[in-house]
């Protein structure tokens, strides 16, 4: 069992509007999965996402799957 924390990032693309997300990618190798929280509620839930299901997520808004923003 690994006792990495996570390493929470925002994108430099926020814009600091208030609905931003952070991930800890540093989990992915370790723990299979990619953590998602809502950066204005940094004690708040957290979502674990396995690392496939979020690759193919990135992906999908790389290409444009989701429509603009």
């Given at each position: 069992?690994?006792?990495e924390s996570p390493r929470w990032f925002k994108s430099s693309y926020s814009n600091n509007g208030g609905a931003c997300v952070e991930v800890?990618?540093?989990l992915a190798a370790?723990?299979?999965v990619v953590p998602v929280r809502d950066s204005k509620d940094l004690s708040g839930?957290?979502?674990d996402f396995p690392t496939g299901s979020f690759a193919s997520f990135v992906a999908g808004v790389k290409a444009g799957v989701?429509?603009?923003v």
């Open positions: 069992m690994t006792t800890a990618a540093n370790s723990r299979g839930p957290t979502l989701f429509g603009a």
